[in-house]
Every structure is written in structure tokens, then in C-alpha cells.
């Protein structure tokens, strides 16, 4: 179930006109209510004793099915390759892989008889549920995110948005040449933040509590609430420039938390894509060694 290669084109394409999703008048979604639905009640009307069960004869179908649909859907990555149009285009494929995607909680489900245990055959299920999850969330945030990141751009490019932060930067400098020495250091620490600073998990909070420039606003505001004449206004000239810098930094990690958002499932989706795979391999010939 691997969705590495789908392009964000494709996936923006799920709130545009005939986006993926709608793809064909939602045929993928058709074909996906059916498969659950005649699953659902051959489920129901099959007498199976002593309980349903993954090793009854419906429940090797339903898994036969799933393992199927499971090594169908990693081609995604590799159909991406090949962009074509028609009947099997990149589209088409990518609508069939969320649906068919999504059925496999039923059809994976009823595999099991909702028979659960500490084993290879549950782990197989709950990374199942975890590729099908962190998909789910995948198909969201690009059918959302994409326009936050353009609003937050405001019409400015990436290069744009750094060139302003080294702009006052520069004017910083100038500025901060009337000070004390001491209140130069304190501009100085603004001077070193460095704007891409922190991992992952830093641009997934938005939050930087070591943020120089914050720092050095802060203690120059105070220092500006007890200082007169030039001395004051070179102080009120900095925090102004800091201030603008401040918000200037807060937009470009504002950027940088969306994008983190937009790509952080696929450190999920795709290693554990593989793990499910490993775990189906041990499932199935498991099941087949004791039968």
C-alpha cells in the first residue's frame, strides 16, 4: 500500500474539478461499497462452526483477497512511473488504491473473525491499520494544506521569504552600532539564530523557545522601557527591526510546520508499507505450514 510516488498534482487534485477521488464519478468508491457490502453478508449468512475464523473456508478467501489487494496496492509506487492517460491512468490508479485501500478494513477484518491474539497473524493486521491510518491522513492534509501554504506565502517564493530575514539582517547590524557593548551581544543572538534550526518534531510543534530573536526582543524592550534620549531611540530603531524579523521568521516556520505536516506520513506510511509486507510473507506461510 506503499503511496510514496503519488505527486502532489494528483493530490491537490482531490478538491479540484475531477480530482481523484471523484475520479469517474466515483467509480473506485462504487466498486469498493460493493466488495465490502457482498462481503458483509456472505459474512453474515455463512454458518461457520465453530466461530468464524481465518482458517475456515471464507475466511481464506477473504484473506487470499486482502493479501492480494494488499501486493496490488504497493504498485502504486512503481505504476507512478509510467504516467499515462485512459483507463489506467495515474489517476485512476491513485483512486483505486485509496479505496480498495479503505476496504481492506472490512474485508481484512471479517478475515480474521474477529479473532485477536499476541502473534504474527494480529501484527499483520495492526500494520495493516496503521498503513491504511497514516493514508487516511496523507489524502487530508493534501486536500488542504496545500492552500494554507500558499496563503502563508502571500505571494512570496521560499528565496523571497530568506532574502528578507538576511535584509534585516544587514539593517540590524547597521542599526545596532550606537549600542553598549552589552546590548550589541544581545542583538548579536537574533544575528546567530539559524532559521531552519530544529528536526522534525521541532517544525511539527511550530514552537522555537530558544528563539534568539525573541530572546533579544524581549530583554531590548525592557531595556528600552528604562532608556531616554539617543540611547532610546537606537533601541526603539532595533526592536522595531526585530519585530519585523520576528514575524518574518514566524511566517517561514509557519512554512515549514505545513510542509513537516505534508510529508511526516510518508515516514510512516511507506517503512511500515514494508513491515506489513515482511509480516504478511510470516502470516501466510505460517498459515500454510500448519495446515
Known sequence: MASRGISRTELKDGVSHEGFLRHKRFRWLKITLGLSLLSLLVYA?????????????L????????????????????????MTSGRWSLKAWTSAHVYLGLS???VATLHTGF?????????????????????????????TLPQELSDNR?????????????KLDRQLQVAAQPLTVGDTEIVS???????????????LSGRYPRCGTARALRELQQRLAVSSGREAEALETVTNLLERKLA??????????????????????VPVTFALIAALTAHIISVFFYW
Open 189 to 203: 543572538l537574533s544575528l546567530d539564530d539559524n532559521v531552519f534550526g530544529g528536526g522534525l518534531i521541532r517544525r
Open 154 to 166: 502571500a505571494e512570496m517564493t521560499k528565496p523571497q521569504m530568506i532574502d528578507a530575514v538576511a
Open 248 to 269: 518574518a521568521l514566524d511566517r517561514i516556520r509557519r512554512q515549514l510546520k505545513l510542509r513537516a505536516m505534508l510529508e511526516v506520513w510518508l515516514y510512516i506510511h
Open 59 to 82: 475466511g481464506y478467501t477473504l484473506g487470499t483477497i486482502g493479501a492480494l489487494l494488499i501486493l496490488w496496492l504497493t504498485l502504486l509506487g512503481l505504476r507512478k512511473r509510467a
Open 115 to 143: 479473532q485477536f491474539g499476541w502473534n504474527v497473524h494480529t501484527l499483520a493486521y495492526a500494520l495493516m491499520m496503521l498503513v491504511i491510518a497514516s493514508g487516511v491522513y496523507g489524502i487530508s492534509v493534501y486536500a
Open 104 to 106: 481492506l478494513i472490512v
Open 45 to 57: 449468512f455463512t454458518d461457520v462452526q465453530p466461530r468464524h475464523n481465518g482458517g475456515s473456508w
